[in-house]
């Protein structure tokens, strides 16, 4: 079978060719989008501004440009983004369920709960297991040793961190994908207050658990807000088949979302503002805000999933602060966190 990567890979190939099948084209023609292709790293994205010639990723768009200018116009807490999603999803129809355990002793295909659908891999997921609901929401605390690289660099990445859940498991006559696609855009409308002109749209597939699907990734001014999927099928030793029911995965951080509201510097700052001002205060260090400044909105190119040659870019990041890369090495990860 193949790796995760090798399938999201494939499968994204088919998916791009005909997007009618795949995505929420009809909602998103009727609210005033289109599709694009990303002129430098050749992606499908969909926006409602005509000059739009770039995706919306950092490393295509220009790094993070929402610090200390975000275009939302809801700024939430920490606590507030849970609260204030699940209200809104409880009136679309979804039932908030508490998280499950971070320790994933009912999946034998992963040790830790890594996104909030894993906690319904591979039983429910396989139809096998009926859902705690049809529609449900779950603020799902997630362990990814995976991104402890990224901790701290990127101010973007948690080992650990929440990851807010919009899942359906329905039967294929129930499924409306322009529905659910409706409903994550007016979370980005209304609850985070984002017009339109601030959303673009990627087309993605999505691989995890034995299981993959088309997704559509949603971002703001250079930052990834979420990701919907649409699981379809089932990996299997005999080749891929279809799900016997239709599977919503959409996951967006807590943490990510609070940071993208408040327009703070860090992801640290956002979702542990007393904490890091206890550690600032018990160990006497600063933040080089005048750094942070330069570093922050370049630091999602240091993406250790994304980068192919690390050591290139942290030289272009540190040419865009005006620094010496050994300099700002030290600056940023020893001084700046």
Same mark, same amino acid.
């Given at each position: 079978?193949?790796?995760?990567?090798?399938?999201?890979?494939?499968?994204?190939?088919?998916?791009?060719?005909?997007?009618?099948?795949?995505?929420?084209?009809?909602?998103?023609?009727?609210?005033?989008?289109?599709?694009?292709? $990303?002129?430098?790293?050749?992606?499908?994205?969909?926006?409602?501004?005509?000059?739009?010639?770039?995706?919306?990723?950092?490393? $295509?768009?220009?790094?993070?440009?929402?610090?200390?200018?975000?275009?939302?116009?809801?700024?939430?807490?920490?606590?507030?983004?849970?609260?204030?999603?699940?209200?809104?999803?409880?009136?679309?129809?979804?039932?908030?369920?508490?998280?499950?355990?971070?320790?994933?002793?009912?999946?034998?295909?992963?040790?830790?709960?890594?996104?909030?659908?894993?906690?319904?891999?591979?039983?429910?997921?396989?139809?096998?297991?009926?859902?705690?609901?049809?529609?449900?929401?779950?603020?799902?605390? $997630?362990?990814?040793?995976?991104?402890?690289?990224?901790?701290?660099?990127?101010?973007?990445?948690?080992?650990?961190?929440?990851?807010?859940?919009?899942?359906?498991?329905?039967?294929?006559?129930?499924?409306?994908?322009?529905?659910?696609?409706?409903?994550?855009?007016?979370?980005?409308?209304?609850?985070?207050?984002?017009?339109?002109?601030?959303?673009?749209?990627?087309?993605?597939?999505?691989?995890?658990?034995?299981?993959?699907?088309? $997704?559509?990734?949603?971002?703001?001014?250079?930052?990834?807000?979420?990701?919907?999927?649409?699981?379809?099928?089932?990996?299997?030793?005999?080749?891929?088949?279809?799900?016997?029911?239709?599977?919503?995965?959409?996951?967006?951080?807590?943490?990510?979302?609070?940071?993208?509201?408040?327009?703070?510097?860090?992801?640290?700052?956002?979702?542990?503002?007393?904490?890091?001002?206890?550690?600032?205060?018990?160990?006497?260090?600063?933040?080089?805000?005048?750094?942070?400044?330069?570093?922050?909105?370049?630091?999602?190119?240091?993406?250790?999933?994304?980068?192919?040659?690390?050591?290139?870019?942290?030289?272009?990041?540190?040419?865009?602060?005006?620094?010496?890369?050994?300099?700002?090495?030290?600056?940023?990860?020893?001084?700046?966190?």
């Amino acid at each position: 079978m193949l790796s995760d990567k090798e399938q999201k890979k494939e499968f994204k190939k088919i998916a791009s060719k005909n997007p009618e099948k795949y995505y929420a084209v009809g909602y998103l023609k009727k609210e005033g989008f289109s599709r694009k292709q $990303c002129s430098k790293c050749e992606k499908y994205f969909w926006s409602v501004n005509n000059n739009q010639k770039v995706c919306g990723d950092s490393v $295509c768009s220009g790094g993070f440009r929402f610090i200390g200018n975000t275009p939302a116009k809801n700024k939430l807490s920490y606590l507030d983004v849970w609260k204030e999603f699940s209200s809104m999803f409880k009136k679309f129809g979804y039932t908030p369920i508490k998280r499950y355990p971070v320790v994933a002793r009912w999946n034998p295909t992963m040790e830790y709960t890594i996104a909030s659908i894993a906690a319904f891999q591979p039983f429910v997921v396989s139809g096998e297991v009926k859902p705690p609901a049809k529609k449900l929401v779950i603020p799902q605390f $997630c362990l990814r040793f995976i991104d402890i690289d990224n901790v701290g660099i990127t101010g973007a990445h948690n080992t650990g961190f929440v990851m807010i859940g919009q899942h359906q498991f329905v039967e294929r006559k129930e499924w409306d994908q322009n529905k659910v696609f409706g409903e994550i855009h007016q979370w980005l409308r209304k609850g985070l207050g984002l017009p339109n002109e601030e959303i673009i749209f990627h087309e993605d597939a999505w691989a995890g658990g034995g299981n993959f699907g088309p $997704c559509m990734e949603f971002f703001s001014r250079g930052v990834e807000i979420g990701n919907q999927v649409y699981m379809m099928y089932e990996q299997t030793p005999d080749g891929n088949k279809e799900l016997n029911i239709k599977v919503l995965d959409m996951g967006m951080g807590q943490e990510r979302c609070a940071w993208f509201s408040q327009g703070c510097a860090t992801i640290y700052d956002a979702a542990f503002p007393k904490v890091m001002e206890s550690l600032y205060k018990k160990t006497g260090l600063k933040t080089d805000e005048k750094l942070m400044a330069k570093y922050i909105p370049y630091a999602g190119y240091l993406n250790v999933d994304e980068v192919e040659d690390l050591e290139k870019a942290w030289k272009f990041v540190a040419s865009k602060v005006g620094m010496d890369v050994s300099l700002m090495l030290v600056g940023v990860i020893i001084l700046g966190f």
